[in-house]
C-alpha cells in the first residue's frame, strides 16, 4: 500500500509535468505562428507602401502631361470671303483628313490653310486647271501614331496630297509624346477643266 501511496503523487507530477510541457510546445508553436505572420503583415505594408508611391508618381506624371496637352488651345482658321468658292472644293477633303488623323490616334491642336500657296509648284504654273490648299496642322501624339497617320496618308487616302512639311519635336518632361507641324497640300481638278 505504501507504494500505491507513493505511485500517486508521482502520476500527478508526471501529469503536471506533462501538461506544463505541452502548453509550453504550444505556447512555441503559437509564438513562431505570431512571428510569421508580424513578418508577413510588415511584408505586406512595405509592398502596400511602395505600390501607393508608384501609384502616386503615375497619377502626378498623368496629371503633369495633362495639364501640358490642355495649355496648348485649339485654334480653327476661318475661311476668307475670297477663298469661299475654292474653299468649297476642299470642304470634304478638311474632314477626311481630320477623321483620318483622329482614327490614328493624334490630338489635333490647331489647323490653318493656305490657298494656292507661292512655293507650290501646281498652284503657280497649272493655276487654271487645279485648286491647290495647304492644310497646316498642329498634332499632338506618338511616334507610332504619327507613322499611321501618314501611312494612311500616302497609302490609303483617295485624293492627290503631298506632305510639304514636318517638324517633330519632343515634349521636355515626356518624350513619349511628340509636338507635329505638318503641312499636307491636298489637289483637286477644277469643275471647268
Given amino acids: 500500500m505504501n507504494n500505491n ?49 508608384q501609384s502616386n508618381e503615375i497619377t502626378a506624371k498623368q496629371e503633369a502631361e495633362e495639364k501640358q496637352l490642355n495649355s496648348i488651345k485649339p485654334v480653327m482658321q476661318e475661311p476668307s470671303d475670297s477663298d469661299g468658292e475654292s474653299l468649297g472644293v476642299f470642304g470634304g477633303m478638311f474632314d477626311k ?36 490648299c495647304e492644310l497646316k496642322f498642329f498634332f499632338v501624339g506618338t511616334y507610332a501614331q504619327l507613322r499611321s497617320f501618314i501611312h494612311t496618308m500616302i497609302n490609303d487616302f483617295e485624293y492627290l496630297v503631298s506632305i510639304s512639311r514636318l517638324n517633330i519635336s519632343a515634349f521636355s518632361d515626356n518624350t513619349d509624346y511628340i509636338l507635329i507641324n505638318m503641312s499636307i497640300t491636298l489637289y483637286s481638278k477644277k469643275a471647268n477643266k
Avoid: W
Fill in 5 to 53: 501511496k507513493q505511485l500517486a503523487p508521482m502520476c500527478i507530477l508526471v501529469a503536471v509535468i506533462l501538461f506544463i510541457g505541452i502548453i509550453v510546445s504550444m505556447t512555441r508553436t503559437n509564438i513562431s505562428d505570431l512571428e510569421s505572420i508580424k513578418t508577413s503583415t510588415e511584408a505586406t505594408e512595405r509592398n502596400k507602401n511602395k505600390l501607393e508611391k
Fill in 97 to 132: 483628313v481630320i477623321a483620318k488623323s483622329k482614327e490614328s490616334g493624334l490630338m489635333l491642336r490647331s489647323l490653318e490653310y493656305e490657298m494656292n500657296p507661292a512655293d507650290d509648284a501646281i498652284a503657280q504654273d497649272f493655276h487654271d486647271v487645279y485648286n491647290v
